[in-house]
């Protein structure tokens, strides 16, 4: 019991520290993409730069507005937070696997919850802005779970398990990149709508909704929600390495799957940087009325293929 604590104290340490420096990363790739220097004033070449943010944000009071109701106000950022930092132990690590054979179950459900955090922290702002930004941004993360759910479920079927650590054994001499590439393409798209990344940040319209859910939000309550959300972006590059390019090789070279997870989080900076906001109907159509009836086809084909290698 002692070591899975550990082991569990150590992974969300780790995703804490991560998220920090991938804000700095963010930051200075955005920087050199609009051809300008990022955070380079703070220490060296602006590396304390998060630590610095971290304080500032943290030392701020705590704002709290008279119409907004307070206790649930304040605890859905933290609810946030928690339930990004809850997903990280589904990953294998040195200590202790926390993982079991539902793992991925486990994932669909904590990932769900999510939704009621957000739509608590616009709905008990009693704003009419943070309520707007919050039922967009919970239309966008139910539809497009729908789509990851689906293609979660084709790549389980490969293996023929819900659990993410025979998911990786399972790519020991082929990834599921190259029997499922058009999916995978299909789940980082899912994941970008997810996480409300440009250019799907629908949740943050800020020409319409000020700064969406988060608004009513200041200091330490908007730091929790800002690190809530890259958490689950770093996370979700784990789970793109572990899913489609056999995770469990990187699992063994820890500097490796760093290099990896670090191009994939690296493929939502650059997104950003280069595509502007979307439509928000052509966001419904695309998962409704193109990614779910191909996500579709591509199940029921993989179910008859497998049928018949069965049989």
Request: include cysteine; charged fraction near 10%; hydrophobic fraction near 55%.
């Amino acid at each position: 019991m002692l070591v899975e604590l550990l082991s569990g104290a150590v992974s969300f340490i780790c995703a804490l520290l991560a998220v920090a420096f991938f804000t700095l990363l963010e930051r200075k790739g955005l920087g050199y993409f609009q051809m300008r220097k990022g955070p380079n004033k703070v220490g060296l070449m602006g590396l304390p730069q998060p630590l610095a943010d971290a304080i500032k944000l943290f030392s701020k009071e705590l704002i709290k507005p008279t119409l907004v109701n307070i206790f649930p106000f304040l605890i859905c950022p933290f609810m946030s937070l928690f339930l990004s930092l809850v997903l990280w132990i589904l990953y294998n690590n040195y200590f202790v696997c926390m993982m079991g054979g539902l793992s991925m179950l486990m994932f669909l459900c904590v990932s769900s919850l999510g939704v009621y955090s957000v739509m608590g922290a616009g709905w008990f702002s009693n704003s009419k802005y943070a309520l707007l930004g919050s039922v967009r941004a919970v239309a966008q993360s139910i539809s497009y779970e729908v789509s990851m759910s689906l293609i979660l479920l084709s790549c389980l079927l490969l293996v023929g398990s819900m659990s993410l650590s025979l998911v990786m054994k399972y790519q020991i001499f082929i990834w599921i990149f190259y029997v499922n590439f058009i999916m995978m393409f299909m789940w980082f798209v899912s994941c970008v709508a997810e996480t409300h990344r440009a250019p799907f940040d629908f949740a943050e319209g800020e020409s319409e909704l000020v700064s969406g859910f988060n608004v009513e939000y200041g200091g330490i309550g908007f730091a929790i929600l800002f690190m809530a959300e890259y958490s689950n972006i770093l996370f979700m590059s784990v789970l793109v390495i572990s899913l489609f390019f056999g995770g469990i090789i990187f699992s063994v070279f820890g500097l490796l799957l760093c290099v990896f997870v670090g191009v994939i989080a690296w493929l939502f900076i650059w997104i950003r940087a280069s595509y502007p906001r979307y439509r928000y109907d052509l966001l419904m159509y695309l998962i409704w009325k193109s990614y779910l009836p191909s996500v579709l086809n591509i199940l029921i084909f993989l179910v008859g293929v497998i049928y018949l290698m069965n049989y």
